[in-house]
C-alpha cells in the first residue's frame, strides 16, 4: 500500500509529515523503508528501563496480533491489509506515534522518524 491508496485525511497526513521533514533537513528526498524498518526494530532502554523495540508489543509479522510488554493487553494487527482499520484515522495515528516513540526512545520521533516508520508499515 502506498501513500496514495491512504485515505485523503491520511494523504493530508503524509504530505504534512513531508513539509515538516523538509523544514528539518534540506537533504529530505523522502521517505524510506529501510529506515522505517530500522526505527521499528531498533531496540533501546524505553521508558521504563527496559530493552525495547517496536517489534517487542508489535510482533516483527505486521499481519498477526501483538502483546503490549507494559500492560500485556493484545495489540490488534498493525498491518493495513490484514486489519483494514489501521492508519485511517489522524488522530488515532498522531497519538499512537507520539506515546509509542516516548515509550521506545523516551521521546517524540521527528517528522522524517514517523514517515519512514509509515511507509514500513504501509509496504511491509
Known amino acids: 500500500m502506498e501513500a496514495k491508496e491512504l485515505n485523503t485525511q491520511m494523504q493530508e497526513y503524509m504530505n504534512t509529515l513531508k513539509a515538516e521533514a523538509k523544514q528539518e533537513s534540506q537533504n529530505f528526498t ?3 523503508y529501510a529506515r522505517g524498518e530500522k526505527i521499528f526494530t531498533t531496540e ?6 527496559k530493552l525495547i523495540s517496536c517489534v517487542s508489543c508489535h510482533t516483527n509479522d505486521l499481519s498477526k496480533s501483538g502483546m503490549n510488554e507494559h500492560t500485556n493487553k493484545v495489540i490488534e494487527p ?10 485511517t484515522d ?10 509509542n516513540f516516548k515509550d521506545v526512545y523516551n521521546r517524540e520521533g521527528t517528522a522524517t522518524e514517523k514517515g519512514d516508520v509509515l511507509t514500513y508499515i504501509l509496504n511491509k
Open 90 to 99: 489522524v488522530k488515532e495515528v498522531t497519538k499512537w506515534l507520539r506515546r
Open 30 to 32: 523522502g521517505f524510506d
Open 78 to 87: 498493525l498491518s493495513p491489509t490484514t486489519n483494514p482499520q489501521r492508519l
Open 44 to 49: 533501546a532502554i524505553g521508558k521504563k528501563g
